[in-house]
């Protein structure tokens, strides 16, 4: 699991990250210096957007750094504690399976129908798909966790 989070991090950090700040600086450039606006850069920027979010949240999950608010943290202790952890990574994952379960049937939608990009012709589906494989890899991340919690109840 962690080669996986490792490949996509990577990616998303050395690939994604970089062409993303390219294009916005060019497009920036080239639209209020030139007066020649690239049609498709507002297309193109939100789709590496999405997938420089999207595919950072199972890294995040297998590392714990999701953002909580702890209200009820301090209510448990010891034991107690253990177990409000695992039910906590429990329902997060199952939050994942739902967002995934949505997002894959999105995507399967987009692909019968064609769904595209309004000035480039890049379909959406494979984005779908990709959010739906990060958010399997976070509940996936998340589960783990909260076995990993169960066991040090012992």
Do not use: C
């Amino acid at each position: 699991m962690q080669r996986i989070v490792d490949f996509l991090e990577g990616w998303v950090a050395y690939l994604l990250l970089p062409g993303l700040a390219l294009l916005v600086g060019a497009d920036v450039v080239l639209r209020y210096v030139l007066n020649l606006p690239l049609r498709w850069g507002n297309d193109v920027k939100e789709l590496l957007l999405l997938l420089v979010v999207v595919g950072a949240l199972p890294g995040v999950s297998l590392a714990d750094q999701h953002i909580r608010v702890g209200l009820l943290d301090r209510l448990f202790r010891n034991r107690a504690g253990r177990l409000w952890v695992a039910l906590r990574h429990l329902l997060t994952g199952m939050v994942a399976v739902a967002i995934a379960y949505a997002v894959l049937l999105m995507a399967l939608d987009m692909y019968r129908y064609g769904d595209r990009a309004e000035m480039i012709a890049i379909s959406f589906w494979p984005f779908a798909a990709f959010v739906t494989l990060a958010a399997a890899l976070s509940a996936l991340a998340e589960f783990v966790r909260a076995v990993r919690a169960l066991k040090e109840n012992r």
